[in-house]
């Protein structure tokens, strides 16, 4: 359900892809492939290089490349991203056992006139 945030852009709410914070800054997409696939299968991506990787993708920092502790994972099925929701959300992730946020992932269309670049 889109809804107006400012007057730049639109938010839409994505079905088919959680996103994931609060993780350890050392996570991996092994990693993340690991928990969240035990509740359904992740998408490969076709965009990928080589293509055909898990549809995982870690916030990483622009000038350091260090992970900044979110990560969105995209299901092939979209009642599997509710169901990891509900499954995952404020529950222990990994071997440190940090307590994670899990909810639907929000994708930003472009204004009116574009990014502008």
Same mark, same amino acid.
């Given at each position: =359900?889109?809804?107006?945030? %400012?007057?730049?852009? =639109? =938010?839409?709410? =994505?079905q $088919?892809?959680?996103?994931i914070?609060?993780?350890?800054k050392? +996570?991996?997409?092994?990693q993340?492939? #690991?928990?969240? @696939?035990? &509740? !359904?299968?992740i998408?490969? $991506?076709?965009?990928?290089?080589?293509?055909?990787?898990?549809? +995982?993708?870690?916030?990483? $920092?622009k000038?350091? !490349?260090? /992970?900044? %502790?979110?990560?969105?994972v995209t299901?092939?099925d979209?009642?599997a #991203? %509710? /169901?990891?929701?509900k499954?995952?959300?404020?529950?222990?992730? !990994?071997?440190?056992?940090? &307590? &994670?946020? +899990?909810?639907?992932a929000?994708?930003r269309?472009?204004? #009116? !006139? %574009?990014? @502008?670049?």
């Amino acid at each position: =359900v889109p809804s107006r945030v %400012g007057a730049a852009c =639109v =938010v839409a709410m =994505v079905q $088919d892809t959680i996103y994931i914070t609060k993780l350890p800054k050392s +996570v991996t997409v092994e990693q993340l492939c #690991a928990h969240f @696939g035990s &509740i !359904g299968i992740i998408k490969k $991506d076709k965009k990928s290089r080589p293509p055909g990787q898990p549809k +995982v993708y870690i916030y990483r $920092d622009k000038e350091t !490349g260090e /992970a900044k %502790g979110d990560a969105t994972v995209t299901y092939d099925d979209p009642p599997a #991203a %509710g /169901a990891a929701i509900k499954w995952f959300n404020q529950k222990p992730f !990994g071997k440190d056992g940090a &307590i &994670i946020t +899990v909810e639907l992932a929000k994708e930003r269309e472009p204004p #009116a !006139g %574009g990014w @502008g670049r």
